[in-house]
Structure formats: structure tokens, C-alpha cells
């Protein structure tokens, strides 16, 4: 035995030895695990694979199959159960029997060619048997499907489907006739209704409007459904929740008379309630969504979490509809969490130091599934019983993480200038030894309400692990206006840009220097959208930084407003147009400063942006290159806001990592009796 102990101690060392740090190409090799969905009878689970693929860069989507458990009906392990590269959305039918899916696989006859190179066909259902067989596409939909639900029965599907064009419009696509009039000539969604068996569809709802989340009333006679006026991104805060008779007969019936939006409706088991999520005007469009309950039939909403940290997801009621199950944010983790039905305070089902997604009950509410990731560990399909949890993993898609190399993370807080206390993530070096003074690049996260979280980084706008193993410390903050710690501090930002929220990432930076770890000689700054706003505004405010990225930056926010595709965000943050406060929208703008700027700045912007035209780069550019100060801009073709060919993420991995290391360099080497240098 004590061979034995020794021999597998001797192994651990060798493994443990074998490490290395994480690369850019080890990102691109990492496969999230979401959108679980547990069978009724709570024994297998539906989830999707996704991953990018740099041979024919496209990003991949697939469906898989696993147990809930011990094995059953011989699937032993995870197995893919769609053939598609494309497919999504998987739900099972009430009875079990069938399994319906989205997916793009242009095999409809009904299914428009894309307009655009390398876009795929539009989304069509496909249905198959659970225990296996083809699967067979249900709809025709030549506009494309865009979400959809089963009948309680399992003899019907609801769907919402995009108008397709007219023949005349269609061909003068086809020739390259197609001049667009501005806020003119909407494309607009249906709610239709499909028999599985005869395929027999019925359009139910013909509104001019965008329809989404249909949702059947538990005893088969109604839908509930979310309609916002137009396509346009700066109506999406204008939805309605709507009430229609399954079909297709009667009048349709708004919910609830709100300015601001509404969405997500849940119906009760007994359908005498609807749970939404909702949010007034009195912020404009910011702030967080409230969870009600109101009467099936209207009535005044009923508010059941009085002060929440963040917006509530994944709704979903106990099967005798006393309470919601719910998902929401926490400073830097996300739980389960069980609420009375008349309302009270929210009870933590999960208590984990980890970012949990895409739960499912099952019919009996007894089992639950879910995906889970944290800092050190990719996203993998986990199952439990419920309400007692004794998860455990079922799935392991990223079995080479194990050999690389990660550093420690670590929630830290500090106070901002004004006191406030303000909380992020600090993730060390890769065999980082306390006392060591590091090089440090500051990242700092979207929105400004998103949330730097402890769920495991693989996106191609979050690498950090990548940088920590190039011998940096990653200061994430999660500065006031972020989202997770309740509705004052995520508008404590409001006609503030640049103000505090930058004194809070200067203040957390000076705590990091106090306690050794920063080099405060040797530390850059990285930002994607408001985090490239804030670079941008750093650079002209202050030279402690070695080099700077700017990613999709908003820079001169007089002319941003008028380019973007979200005019009500910035009234709401500046609390005017710009013309009616022209002061308000110059003094947050980096363009008004660019002459004090003098740090190396890399800008990288995608040529189709259209929530931050690229015009916003060109500005910041220009301003640079004529004040002398070294800069290198990287415009990528076809990318919006957010990219999604796998190539240039990887691109904008190696180069910006490439940027930082040139001017940062590497940590200085520790001595056995220390630093070798202390600044």
C-alpha cells in the first residue's frame, strides 16, 4: 500500500509538471455546454454543444443526449442525438414521445436561400422520435422560425415565423434592386399553429408587429405572447405581453397597460395567473426587470421581490403554483432561487461559488438539470434531485482543461473614491508567489450593466486565463452600473460616464499597487464596447498605462448617439439628446481630450457595427495618428458588435495579447529571498 501511495504521489508530480499555460488556440478549443432540458420523467436530458470551428469558421451548434443518472434505455454516456451542425432550441414534448428542435439545414423545400455569403438557411422545427430516427422538418416557413412551444397535449406546436418577402420584393433582391428607406418596410413575425401529425398550419396572430416567446395556457386554449412594435433594437424596451385564443378566434388581448417593457410570460398550473418580468419608465429604459404575478384575465400586477439584485430568468412554477423557481445574478455568481407566489423574500436553492445556467425541472418537479462553470472549470451538464440538491456532473466536453496550467482566481473589494464599496475578480499569474509585484492589465467588462462573473472565460472578447499564463495579473471590476448588485448602484453611473465609474477602476488599481501585487510601472487596459468606451476615456485622462486596446469603443458620444441603434440608452445614461445638452455629451467624450492621450493604443472594430459604427474608431484613430501618439487600428470585415467567424476571434486573441506583450513584457523573476526588484 505504501508503494502504492507513493507511486500515485509520484504520478500527481509528473501530471502537475506536464502543465502549461493556456493559449488562445486552447480557447478556441473550449465547447460550451447550455440550454439543458430534462425529460419529464426526469431521466434524460436534451443540451446543446457549442463550439467554433476554424476549418470552415463557423461557429458550431449542437444537440446531445445524456442520462440523468444512472443509464438507461442503453445510453450509457453523452451522445450526440441531432445530426446538424445548426440545431438548437431542443424541447420534448410533454408525453415524452418527441423531441422538436430548430435547426438550419436548408433540407425544406420552403426554406429561403441566404442573401448573405457564408449566412446559413433559415431556421425550420424538426421533430424526431426520443428513442432515436430521422428527424423530419415540420415547418415550411420560407421567413424563417424563430421560437416556438408545445401544446400540452403534444399534438400541436406554436410558432412565430418572420414574414416572408413578397415574389416583387423577393426578385428585386435578386437583382440588387434594393435601396432601403430608413425606419420604412419592417419585417415583421406571425404567431401560427401547427398540427405534428397533418402539418396542417393556422396564422393566429397577423399583427404588424415582432412577435417572440409563445407561450400555451396549461389547458391548451390560449397562447400568451411577447410583441414589440418593430425590428429595431431601440424598440425592444416597447414590449407588450399579449393574450390570443389558440385558434385563431376572438380578439387579442394586452395584458397589462405598461410604457415600459414587458416579457417572459409564465403561465400557473391552474391558468388563473401569468408570472412576467416588467420595468417602468421612471429610469427611461435602465434599470432592473421586476418579477410580478397578475391575473390571468388583468388586473393590477402584484410585485413579489420588492429590491432585487438583478433580473430574474428562467422562470418557472412549482408544480402546485405556491412559488417560482427562478435564476438570477449575484454579484459575481448565479443560483436557483424559490419565491412565494404572493411574494416575500427570494430563498437560495443553490449555494454555490459558481455561475449556474439553463436549469429544468422535471414533471414531478423532483429533478433538475442544469449547467454550471466556474473560474478554474468549464461549462458541463450537471442533474439532482430537487428541491434537496446533491448534484452531480454528468458530462465532461472539456477534458483538456485538466492539463493546462490556470491561475487563481479571487473576488476582491475595495472603496471608490466617494466610499462606495466596489467588488471584482482578481485572477493571479500562473504560479504567481505572494510579495511578487506582477504586470497587470485591467479589463473591463460591457454594458456599462453587464457583470464580470465567476463563470469559466472561453469567449473571444475574455481571455484571461490566456494572460495570466503570459505572467499578468487580470484585474476585472465590476465597477458601480454593473449589473448583479441591485438597481442603485447599476444606475449609480446615470450622467456620470467617465466620472466615478472610472475613479472606481483607478481606485481598485491604487489597492492592487498598496498590496504588492501590481507593478504600477507595467499595466495595461482592455475593453469590448463600454469597456472600450472606458479605455478610450482613460487614455485621454491618464498616462499610468503602458498600452491600451480599445474594442469597439464609443468615443465621440455627440456623434455616437445619432449612428448607434440605441438612442434611448444614451437619453437615459445622459438624460437628453445631445442637441438639448450638448455640454453633458462633450465633457464624457474622449474625442474632447484626444490631445492629452499618449499611451500606445491598439483600436479593433468590426466593419458592421452597428451598436458602435466603426466612424467611432476612425475618430479615435485619426485623433492619435495627428497628436503622434503610436496606434494601430484592426478593422474586421463582416463583424458586427459581437464576432462570430471563428478566424477572427482568434485573430484578435493572438494580436491584442501580441500588443500587451510588447509593451508590458514579462514579470520580473522572484529570487528565493524575494522579488528580485520592488517598484
Known amino acids: ?107 425544406s423545400t ?39 412551444q408545445w401544446s400540452p397535449d403534444s399534438k400541436r406546436i406554436a410558432f412565430v415565423a418572420q414574414v416572408p418577402l413578397s415574389d416583387a420584393d423577393e426578385k428585386k433582391q435578386k437583382d440588387k434592386d434594393d435601396a432601403r428607406v430608413v425606419d420604412h418596410d419592417y419585417r415583421y413575425s406571425h404567431l401560427w399553429v401547427i398540427e405534428v401529425e397533418s402539418k396542417k398550419a393556422s396564422e393566429i396572430v397577423k399583427s404588424d408587429a415582432v412577435l417572440a416567446d409563445p407561450q400555451w395556457s396549461p389547458d391548451g386554449t390560449r397562447l400568451a405572447y411577447v410583441s414589440r412594435p418593430t425590428p429595431k433594437a431601440d424598440d425592444g424596451s416597447l414590449s407588450d405581453i399579449y393574450i390570443a385564443r389558440a385558434d385563431g378566434s376572438g380578439t387579442l388581448r394586452k395584458l397589462f397597460e405598461n410604457a415600459g417593457p414587458d416579457q417572459d410570460p409564465r403561465w400557473s398550473p391552474d391558468a388563473k395567473s401569468i408570472a412576467f418580468n416588467s420595468r417602468d419608465m421612471r429610469n ?13 384575465e388583468g388586473d393590477a400586477p402584484r410585485e413579489l421581490i420588492s429590491d432585487p439584485d438583478s433580473s430574474v430568468t428562467q422562470v418557472q412554477w412549482t408544480r402546485d403554483g405556491s412559488a417560482i423557481y427562478f435564476r438570477s445574478e449575484h454579484h459575481t455568481i448565479a443560483q ?34 442544469f449547467t454550471r462553470s466556474d473560474f478554474q472549470h468549464a461549462p458541463d451538464l450537471y442533474v439532482s434531485s430537487f428541491p434537496k440538491f446533491d448534484a452531480e456532473r454528468v458530462t465532461d466536453h472539456n477534458p483538456q482543461v485538466a492539463q493546462l496550467e490556470l491561475g487563481r482566481s479571487e473576488v476582491i473589494r475595495w472603496r471608490g473614491k466617494d466610499g462606495m464599496e466596489i467588488e471584482g475578480i482578481l485572477l493571479y ?25 465567476q463563470a469559466f472565460p472561453h ?22 452600473g454593473s449589473s448583479g448588485y441591485g438597481e442603485k448602484f447599476q444606475l449609480a453611473d446615470l450622467k456620470d460616464w467617465g466620472g466615478m465609474d472610472y475613479q472606481d477602476i483607478q481606485a481598485g488599481l491604487d489597492e492592487l499597487v498598496k498590496r504588492g501585487i501590481a507593478d504600477p510601472d507595467r499595466m495595461g487596459q482592455s475593453g469590448w464596447s463600454y469597456g472600450g468606451y472606458m479605455t478610450a476615456w482613460t487614455l485621454t485622462q491618464t498616462n499610468r498605462f503602458k498600452a491600451v486596446m480599445v474594442g469597439a469603443g464609443l468615443t465621440d458620444m455627440f456623434s455616437m448617439y445619432s ?17 438639448n445638452d450638448l455640454e453633458a455629451y462633450r465633457r464624457a467624450s474622449a474625442m474632447t481630450f484626444i490631445k492629452q492621450a499618449k499611451t500606445p493604443a491598439l483600436i479593433m472594430h468590426g466593419a ?35 464576432f462570430t467567424e471563428p478566424l477572427h476571434i482568434l485573430d484578435k486573441m493572438k494580436r491584442e495579447t501580441e500588443w500587451f506583450e510588447k509593451y508590458i513584457g514579462q514579470p520580473v523573476p522572484v529570487h528565493a529571498d524575494g522579488p528580485a526588484a520592488q517598484n
Open 608 to 642: 458592421a457595427d452597428t451598436r458602435v459604427p466603426i466612424s467611432q474608431a476612425q475618430e479615435l484613430y485619426m485623433g492619435l495618428k495627428k497628436n503622434n501618439v503610436p496606434v494601430e487600428m484592426v478593422v474586421y470585415p463582416r463583424e458586427n458588435h459581437g
Open 336 to 369: 436557483i432561487y424559490r419565491v412565494a407566489a404572493s411574494g416575500g423574500v427570494p430563498q437560495a436553492i443553490t449555494r454555490d461559488e459558481a455561475v449556474i445556467n439553463s436549469f429544468s425541472l422535471s414533471s414531478a418537479g423532483d429533478r433538475v438539470a
Open 429 to 453: 499569474p500562473v504560479g504567481y508567489q505572494a510579495g511578487q509585484r506582477v504586470p497587470l492589465i485591467a479589463s473591463i467588462h460591457g454594458g456599462p450593466s453587464g457583470v464580470w462573473s
Open 284 to 296: 427611461g429604459v435602465l434599470g432592473v426587470m421586476r418579477l410580478y404575478v397578475i391575473s390571468a
Open 1 to 107: 500500500m505504501k508503494t502504492l501511495t507513493i507511486a500515485l504521489l509520484s504520478l500527481a508530480t509528473v501530471l502537475a509538471q506536464t502543465k502549461r499555460p493556456m493559449t488562445p488556440d486552447d480557447v478556441m478549443a473550449v465547447k460550451s455546454v447550455n440550454n439543458a432540458r430534462i425529460s419529464p420523467d426526469g431521466k434524460m436530458v436534451l443540451y446543446e454543444l457549442a463550439y467554433p470551428d476554424l476549418k470552415d469558421d463557423l461557429g458550431h451548434n449542437e444537440i446531445w443526449i445524456a442520462p440523468a443518472g444512472a443509464p438507461i434505455a442503453g445510453v450509457a454516456k453523452p451522445r450526440k442525438f441531432t445530426s446538424g451542425k445548426d440545431d438548437r432550441s431542443p424541447e420534448w414534448s410533454p408525453d415524452g414521445q418527441s423531441v422538436a428542435f430548430l435547426g438550419s439545414r436548408g433540407a
Open 563 to 579: 449612428t448607434n441603434d440605441l438612442q434611448r440608452v444614451l437619453e437615459g445614461y445622459f438624460g437628453e439628446m445631445p442637441w
Open 110 to 148: 420552403g426554406s429561403a436561400p441566404s442573401s448573405a455569403a457564408g449566412e446559413r438557411p433559415r431556421a425550420q422545427i424538426y421533430v424526431m422520435p426520443t428513442f432515436g430516427g430521422e428527424a423530419e422538418a415540420l415547418t415550411e416557413a420560407k421567413g424563417g422560425v424563430t421560437a416556438f
Open 459 to 480: 469567449s473571444g472578447n475574455g481571455y484571461p486565463h490566456v494572460w495570466a499564463g503570459r505572467g499578468w495579473a487580470v484585474f476585472m471590476p465590476n465597477i458601480r
